[in-house]
């Protein structure tokens, strides 16, 4: 891994990925938005290519028609950090498992699917984590309603 800073990073990255990837910067992070068809590569890309070893945080937000996925990724030994988000259809809402990535995101993945009913592929254990088995439906998704009323 070579040596660089968050804007050489951002630049190869746009480069590389193309109309796929948007950046933002806000005042505290880099944000990346990009497809849900390239999250996976770019995840790796920015755990092998730039040492972001850590996903520190993975939440979601509804937005009604759609869902956004949000990552805050820290490298530790560069004290870097960055936000990637994403956003899947709520009719088909799943999105690639980074567990093969981040073993971090084993129960923050379980967590969302709790709550927000995102299936995340190739989880090895896409369980409930909270609530109980037999709970019916996603609490903080804008559309429930306990007791189906």
């Given at each position: 891994?070579?040596?660089?800073?968050?804007?050489?990073?951002?630049?190869n990255l746009e480069e590389q990925i193309g109309d796929k990837?948007?950046?933002?910067?806000?005042?505290?992070?880099?944000?990346?938005?990009?497809?849900?068809?390239?999250?996976?590569?770019?995840?790796?890309?920015?755990?092998?290519?730039?040492?972001?070893?850590?996903?520190?945080?993975?939440?979601?937000?509804?937005?009604?028609?759609?869902?956004?996925?949000?990552?805050?990724?820290?490298?530790?030994?560069?004290?870097?950090?960055?936000?990637?988000?994403?956003?899947?259809?709520?009719?088909?809402?799943?999105?690639?498992?980074?567990?093969?990535?981040?073993?971090?995101?084993?129960?923050?993945?379980?967590?969302?699917?709790?709550?927000?009913?995102?299936?995340?592929?190739?989880?090895?254990?896409?369980?409930?984590?909270?609530?109980?088995?037999?709970?019916?439906?996603?609490?903080?998704?804008?559309?429930?309603?306990?007791?189906?009323?």
């Amino acid at each position: 891994m070579q040596e660089f800073n968050l804007e050489q990073m951002v630049q190869n990255l746009e480069e590389q990925i193309g109309d796929k990837l948007r950046t933002v910067r806000d005042q505290f992070f880099i944000v990346l938005n990009i497809d849900k068809s390239e999250l996976r590569s770019l995840m790796f890309k920015l755990r092998d290519d730039y040492g972001f070893n850590h996903l520190a945080n993975l939440s979601s937000v509804d937005y009604g028609e759609e869902f956004e996925l949000v990552y805050h990724l820290y490298s530790i030994p560069a004290n870097d950090k960055i936000c990637v988000k994403t956003r899947v259809v709520r009719n088909s809402a799943e999105v690639d498992s980074l567990i093969e990535i981040w073993s971090t995101a084993d129960w923050q993945e379980r967590e969302v699917y709790d709550l927000m009913g995102i299936k995340f592929k190739g989880h090895p254990n896409l369980i409930r984590v909270l609530l109980p088995d037999d709970f019916e439906g996603h609490p903080l998704r804008k559309d429930f309603v306990m007791g189906g009323r």
